[in-house]
């Protein structure tokens, strides 16, 4: 093998695979303001996707998270508005039950290619 061959294909696997930090994250919210609504739906459709009108679970890791939530909190009135952000772990997220009408699945799958 090359030097190139042993970049592109390690001999030892990942000690971390992809999205292992990340953490399942629900930012609820409510909000009085129309204006300020749609700029927290935006900043979260960023980050997530939405499940019910103003919540949104989000995959991120600490520093996207910390990213988000520093954006959401710039965005908001704190003497009208509530948010709200919930962390669950894998085990806590995979446990979760829902019922009614399809909604997107937001389950991370890590796969590999060889």
């Not at 998270?65 to 959401?72: A, H, S």
């Not at 704190?78 to 389950?107: F, I, S």
């Amino acid at each position: 093998m090359t030097d190139l061959d042993d970049t592109l294909l390690p001999v030892v696997p990942l000690a971390k695979p992809p999205g292992e930090d990340e953490m399942l994250r629900l930012i609820a919210y409510d909000i009085t303001n129309h204006k300020r609504w749609t700029r927290i739906a935006n900043a979260c459709a960023d980050y997530g996707v939405r499940v019910q009108y103003s919540l949104f679970e989000c995959w991120l890791d600490e520093r996207e998270f910390q990213e988000l939530w520093t954006r959401l909190r710039a965005a908001i009135d704190p003497a009208e508005d509530r948010l709200m952000a919930y962390t669950l772990d894998t085990a806590a997220a995979r446990r979760r039950l829902a019922a009614g009408q399809t909604m997107l699945a937001t389950e991370r799958a890590t796969c590999y290619l060889v």
